[in-house]
Structures are given as structure tokens and as C-alpha cells.
């Protein structure tokens, strides 16, 4: 299994804990009527929670070491890939100090998980799209060469 193959795995856990995060909190803060009881969606929140944050630095430890290999050639793609990633890192560990040790400053969590959120779906989506688009233009290729 090659490094992307496995950064992309990666990624659909990535994305799933995020959202589950996400859909969790939302249902806490948002809906009158719930099916599960607010403790247990808060319990679904932190365990998402640090699993989304755990594969985070899993897939930027991975993604630096691809950076290091680069070197200068680096694609726009992975510019903006590399700087979006960034800034999730930065919004997420801002969001884990607020809620950790700034707690006067807990009414601004809600917009922070949502950044966090949005950057981790463009993110996924920018590599997910261009993955996708190159896996069809070599099966094009690979299906005419075979017909050659």
C-alpha cells in the first residue's frame, strides 16, 4: 500500500470523527428533542474529539514528511493543501486551550469546532477531488493502452 493510499484511509476516519464531533454538538446545542441523552452525545463529542485530533497529527506528521521530500517543488495543490492544514492545526489547538484552561472564553468554541470542521472538509476535499480526477485520467489511460 502506497504513502497516499494510506494518508487516505487515514483521511475518511479523519473526516468521519469530525463530523460525528460535529453532528454531536450540534444535537447538545441545537435540537429540543434528542435521542440520546446529553451526556452520552457530549461522551460521542470528546471521543470523536480526540480521535479527529489523534489521526490530525498522525496525517500532518505524515504530510511534513512528504513536505521534506519536496523540497521546492511543490504543486499549488499541495500550497494550498499544506496551508489550510495549517491553519486547522492552529484552530483546533486554540479551540483545545480555550476549552481546557480559557474557560471565559468558552462561547466562542461552537464557531472554532465549526471552522474546524469547514478547513478539515476543504482540506480532505482539495486532495479527495484531485485523487479522484487522477485515478480516472490513469484508467483512461490505462484502459486505451491496453486496447492499443
Known amino acids: 500500500m502506497s504513502f497516499f493510499e494510506v494518508k487516505t484511509i487515514l483521511a475518511v476516519f479523519f473526516v468521519a470523527a469530525g463530523l460525528a464531533a460535529v ?3 450540534m444535537t447538545v446545542m441545537g435540537r429540543s428533542e434528542r435521542r440520546m441523552s446529553v ?3 457530549k461522551t460521542i463529542h470528546r471521543v470523536a474529539g480526540y480521535t479527529f485530533a489523534a489521526l ?4 500532518a ?3 511534513l514528511s512528504h513536505l521534506s521530500s519536496a523540497g521546492d517543488s511543490l504543486s499549488v495543490r499541495g500550497v494550498l493543501h499544506w496551508s489550510i492544514a495549517s491553519m ?4 483546533l489547538a486554540l479551540k483545545i486551550v480555550v476549552v481546557r484552561w480559557f474557560k471565559q472564553f468558552l462561547k466562542f468554541a ?3 469546532g465549526m471552522i474546524v470542521i ?4 476543504v482540506v480532505a476535499t482539495l486532495s479527495a477531488v484531485f485523487f479522484v480526477m487522477a485515478w480516472s485520467s490513469y484508467r483512461r489511460y490505462r484502459d486505451t493502452c491496453l486496447t492499443c
Not at 469547514?118 to 472538509?121: D, E, G, N, T, Y
Open 23 to 25: 453532528a454531536s454538538m
Open 39 to 41: 451526556p452520552a452525545l
Open 56 to 59: 490530525l497529527l498522525v496525517l
Open 61 to 63: 506528521a505524515m504530510g
Open 88 to 91: 486547522l492545526v492552529f484552530v
Open 110 to 112: 461552537p464557531v472554532m
Open 118 to 121: 469547514i478547513l478539515a472538509l
